[in-house]
T-cell receptor, first 110, second 114 residues
Framework: DVKVTQSSRYLVKRTGEKVFLECVQD?????MFWYRQDPGLGLRLIYF???????EKGDIPEGYSVSREKKERFSLILESASTNQTSMYLC?????????FGPGTRLTVL | GENVEQHPSTLSVQEGDSAVIKCTYS??????FPWYKQELGKGPQLIID?????GEKKDQRIAVTLNKTAKHFSLHITETQPEDSAVYFC?????????????FGKGTLLTVNP
């Protein structure tokens, strides 16, 4: 059974804190994604990685960075969290077309 | 990049009725159109997809139709059941040829009333 796990389901952080969101997949997939989900805005791509140490910006990369040191792990980093980064964050992985999503991390920045 | 519009944003039906969700896309080079279902508290999951070489695909109570000329595709759910209640997302390739990255529609909240 394929699995994408995210380190936390809920997270509360303070403005200015550095935040790490971790995602791990056990399917040996090349591609991994970070999305942000907000009401009325759907899923918006933040960053995409197609191999270890390789990354591409998505539609809304500002304020975020990513790290992929190992094939199975893709981390999203908020260098200095702000209140407008309060959102649901979804990680996904894929080998070809179908994307497999994790359960999401609901981040609140106070 | 691709632009995907999805309608309606909310849809309420009675159990047993049909539900239809429509999406339009902008890039005529797009050739792969998936639909994802997101249940409460879970990540989206692929339920059906269609490629541009066919006009319709069915899987039990769900079907997807594609009109390449008009650049729109639709999800049809027949004999709806309460467990069909969820948010549905359509998607298209982020930019023409590559199918690895997707652009998603804004989602449709489907409520099936018993």
């Amino acid at each position: 059974d394929v699995k994408v796990t995210q380190s936390s389901r809920y997270l509360v952080k303070r403005t200015g804190e550095k935040v790490f969101l971790e995602c791990v997949q056990d399917m040996d997939h090349e591609n991994m994604f970070w999305y942000r989900q907000d009401p009325g805005l759907g899923l918006r791509l933040i960053y995409f990685s197609y191999d270890v140490k390789m990354k591409e910006k998505g539609d809304i990369p500002e304020g975020y960075s990513v790290s992929r040191e190992k094939k199975e792990r893709f981390s999203l980093i908020l260098e200095s969290a702000s209140t407008n980064q309060t959102s649901m964050y979804l990680c996904a992985s894929s080998f070809h077309n179908e994307q497999f999503f994790g359960p999401g991390t609901r981040l609140t920045v106070l | 990049g691709e632009n995907v519009e999805q309608h309606p944003s909310t849809l309420s039906v009675q159990e047993g009725d049909s539900a239809v969700i429509k999406c339009t896309y902008s890039d005529s080079a797009s050739n792969y159109f998936p639909w994802y279902k997101q249940e409460l508290g879970k990540g989206p999951q692929l339920i059906i997809d269609i490629r541009s070489n066919v006009g319709e695909k069915k899987d039990q109570r769900i079907a997807v139709t594609l009109n390449k000329t008009a650049k729109h595709f639709s999800l049809h759910i027949t004999e709806t059941q309460p467990e069909d209640s969820a948010v549905y997302f359509c998607a298209a390739p982020y930019s023409g040829g590559s199918n690895y990255k997707l652009t998603f529609g804004k989602g449709t909240l489907l409520t099936v009333n018993p």
